[in-house]
């Protein structure tokens, strides 16, 4: 994870970070360390290991950000901590310029359970990974093709709190609709097979660096 080189594609087996800027601050407030499966001009997917060390916001009392009530989630004061992915991990999907990432998940035994669609910034590569912005606003899918939308209270939330204008929950809302149909066709990567796909064994879990917060000097779409 060196700053030289500018952004380039990474090997199989490399170690990245996967990054999310607070919505209104900039700053980098969720990273996570993951092994890059595949990098193409195409698609760039990787894994994120059971028990992986994170980064994630909190309420600067410690409490988790979920368990804020709604009206006051997104103007009572944050910070980060440090914590561990628990439970199964999870395979990323992102395509160059697509407003949104394709997350795998599995229950125990490898059984699948679902993918997950989530709104985001187009991700911006540098060096040591790849930063974006989230945009509140999910969907499920499920092995059975039905999907739902998820977060679309947090959705309204983040608009009433000034994180979100209106044109740019237009753009977000607009970008989940052009997922809804990909569902509906059954597209890339639904119908890829990545279900069936599984880590190296050999991989190991990615270290939290300490600098996990630094500027990129250099980005690129």
């Not at 700053?3 to 407030?29: C, D, F, K, M």
């Not at 028990?51 to 979920?66: A, F, I, K, S, Y």
């Not at 910034?121 to 989230?134: A, C, F, K, L």
């Not at 052009?178 to 097979?193: K, Q």
Request: hydrophobic share 35%; aromatic share 12%.
């Amino acid at each position: 994870m060196t700053e030289s080189g500018g952004p380039q594609h990474w090997a199989p087996g490399e170690q990245i970070l996967w990054r999310y800027r607070g919505n209104g601050t900039g700053a980098v407030h969720i990273c996570r360390p993951v092994t890059v499966v595949q990098d193409t001009p195409e698609l760039l997917a990787v894994w994120m290991a059971p028990g992986t060390e994170c980064v994630r916001p909190v309420l600067t009392d410690g409490t988790p950000v979920h368990e804020e009530p709604l009206a006051t989630r997104y103007t009572a004061p944050r910070t980060t901590e440090r914590s561990r992915w628990f439970g199964s991990g999870v395979l990323k999907l992102a395509r160059p310029g697509d407003p949104w990432s394709v997350w795998l998940f599995w229950e125990r035994g490898w059984r699948f359970r679902s993918w997950y669609v989530n709104l985001e910034e187009p991700r911006t590569r540098w060096s040591g990974g790849v930063d974006s912005e989230d945009h509140f606003l999910d969907i499920s899918v499920y092995p059975d093709r039905s999907w739902l939308w998820r977060d679309e209270d947090e959705f309204a939330q983040a608009q009433r709190s000034g994180l979100m204008d209106p044109e740019q929950a237009a753009r977000v809302k607009a970008a989940g609709r052009r997922a809804v149909d990909l569902i509906g066709s059954w597209g890339t990567p639904f119908a890829d097979g990545w279900e069936d796909w599984r880590p190296d064994p050999g991989w190991p879990v990615p270290p939290l660096p300490g600098d996990w917060d630094r500027t990129p000097a250099h980005t690129a779409p």
